[in-house]
């Protein structure tokens, strides 16, 4: 059975710091891509950032880039997303996700097979 398993998020200031990790099982994790996703209230769910299966290749939101660093141990099966400076803008339920084999793109929630249960992040200003 495949299982993410998210880990982290909370309450911040603004320019603060969080990070997020995921646990993966069920699966060969060093064969898929993987993604970062959020839900800000009351709007859908967006793309944050993806990291190739290998782990040479990191893409991000504009908004985030610089902010964000998105990183991943295959041997650990476990993957993280370090997040600095922070604003209340980031304020979201953060998800990661398995992009799908058979994905065209892995910036479209809609491409990704698997989820974490989700975690909260809020930044106060």
């Known amino acids: 059975e495949v299982q993410l398993v998210e880990s982290g998020g909370g309450m911040v200031q603004s320019g603060g710091s969080l990070r997020l990790s995921c646990a993966a099982s069920?699966?060969?994790?060093?064969?898929?891509?993987m993604s970062w996703a959020r839900q800000p209230p009351g709007k859908g769910p967006e793309w944050v950032s993806s990291?190739?299966?290998?782990?040479?290749?990191?893409f991000y939101l504009d908004s985030v880039k610089g902010r964000f660093s998105i990183s991943r141990d295959n041997a650990k099966n476990t993957f993280s997303l370090q997040m600095n400076n922070l604003k209340p803008e980031d304020t979201a339920y953060y998800y990661c996700?398995?992009?799908?084999?058979?994905?065209?793109?892995?910036?479209?929630?809609?491409?990704?097979?698997?989820w974490g249960q989700g975690t909260q992040v809020t930044v106060s200003s």
């Open positions: 996700a398995r992009v799908s084999s058979r994905a065209t793109s892995p910036f479209e929630v809609d491409e990704y097979d698997y």
């Open positions: 990291i190739n299966a290998g782990g040479e290749y990191t």
């Open positions: 069920g699966f060969t994790f060093s064969n898929y891509d």
